[in-house]
């Protein structure tokens, strides 16, 4: 009996860590699928430019043209959000570059052209496993288009909404060009807010030169671009809001150079 | 109070002190730490800006909404924000673990008290 009761103690000092391995193994699945879900990886991106050249009005340009040029490396131009069933992403950029021709001295709002150049490696969502995927050839492919593009052709229904000594705002609808994923789609912005301002002492703590304030709302399908995804429409919308903000200045680029803000210093991170 | 008893009130204290964890920092999807990359989109808006825009009408009426944000913090996330070790702290991985360690408690419990049963009616 003793032989045996030696047995069984042996048998069951081996038994609980059997137990306790087979527990393991019902629930590592679970977790590995989990994570696996979570950390889901499209093919690793080759690190597109942070930055591009800007765009540059034409030679050629009606006297008195006024050119305002995009401040940027500053506040946040442009958040966008999607808002999917399973997660809601927010991210955002301050790499937009590019200007805008005012239109005549009663209607500046009536831009008789702009350009604006958004680098795709600046957009960034706080998560770098994220922002490594929406820049692959899975998403924004980053590598193959490196900017989305917005050429004005020209604005539409101009509302004035206030008048100052030093300042005009508007209202009107963008009318131009959108170029995404190598896609190109005429587009109309409504609801666009303009502000011209005089330079004064007080737009000069902002930037040189007379500045514009220009904000804007719309939204985009990433279907209308040529992007498709598994993970649309569960955890990425098809349709992604955007929310703009420019400030533009008709300073020279040396002189808004030259009054920029000290660039932060460079990070480790920095794609 | 036995190990394994002690085990599970732990796990418990520990899942808790998550889920509280996870709700205030804002019940995110992903667990995500200050990020410079994030830091760099952004700046604080230049003092009076906003005085000087509410000024020429460019923040009146319901088009002048505030745009949405995204701010370069720590969120301690319902699942894994990546691979790496800080990004896989969340509620999930720490409900896991809880379980796995309760459950294996739980268990190797239980077959202690069956084969101190076993023992006991065979000495009878």
Not at chain 2, 62 to 80: H, K, T, Y
Request: glycine content about 8%; overall charge neutral.
């Amino acid at each position: 009996m003793t032989a045996s009761l030696r047995c069984d103690r042996r048998s069951h000092s081996l038994g609980a860590p059997r137990l306790a391995i087979a527990s393991l193994a019902g629930l590592l699945p679970v977790a590995v699928l989990a994570t696996a879900a979570a950390l889901a990886a499209d093919p690793p991106a080759t690190k597109p430019p942070a930055s591009c050249a800007e765009p540059q009005p034409p030679q050629s340009l009606p006297e008195g043209t006024i050119v305002y040029r995009t401040l940027s490396g500053r506040e946040a131009q442009v958040t966008f959000t999607s808002a999917a069933p399973l997660e809601r992403i927010v991210g955002k950029s301050n790499g937009i570059v590019g200007f805008a021709l005012a239109g005549p001295a009663d209607e500046p709002a009536r831009l008789a052209g702009a350009t604006w150049v958004l680098p795709v490696a600046t957009l960034a969502t706080g998560l770098p496993l994220r922002d490594e995927h929406m820049i692959s050839s899975a998403w924004l492919d980053a590598g193959a288009h490196p900017d989305i593009r917005f050429e004005l052709t020209r604005v539409d229904a101009i509302r004035e909404l206030k008048r100052g000594e030093d300042f005009t705002t508007w209202s009107g609808t963008l009318v131009g060009r959108m170029t995404l994923h190598g896609v190109s789609r005429e587009m109309q912005v409504p609801d666009a807010r303009f502000s011209f301002l005089k330079e004064s002492a007080r737009t000069r703590a902002i930037a040189p030169g007379n500045l514009l304030f220009l904000k804007c709302d719309y939204a985009i399908k990433l279907s209308d671009f040529g992007i498709r995804h598994a993970d649309v429409p569960g955890k990425v919308s098809d349709s992604v809001s955007l929310s703009q903000m420019l400030r533009l200045s008709s300073a020279t680029p040396d002189a808004i150079r030259k009054a920029a803000p000290a660039p932060s210093p460079p990070s480790a991170t920095a794609p | 109070m036995t190990v394994a008893r002690s085990l599970h009130v732990i796990g418990a204290a520990v899942v808790a002190a998550a889920m509280l964890l996870w709700v205030a920092t804002g019940s995110e999807g992903f667990t995500r730490w200050p990020n410079e990359r994030l830091e760099r989109s952004d700046a604080p808006i230049t003092p009076g800006e906003s005085d000087l825009l509410a000024e020429a009408g460019f923040t009146d009426e319901a088009i002048a909404s505030p745009m949405p944000n995204i701010e370069s913090r720590f969120a301690f996330g319902l699942v894994p924000g990546g691979p790496d070790p800080r990004h896989l702290l969340s509620l999930a991985t720490t409900i896991l673990l809880v379980a796995v360690l309760s459950g294996s408690a739980l268990l190797w419990s239980r077959r202690r008290g069956a084969h101190a049963a076993l023992t006991t009616s065979r000495a009878l």
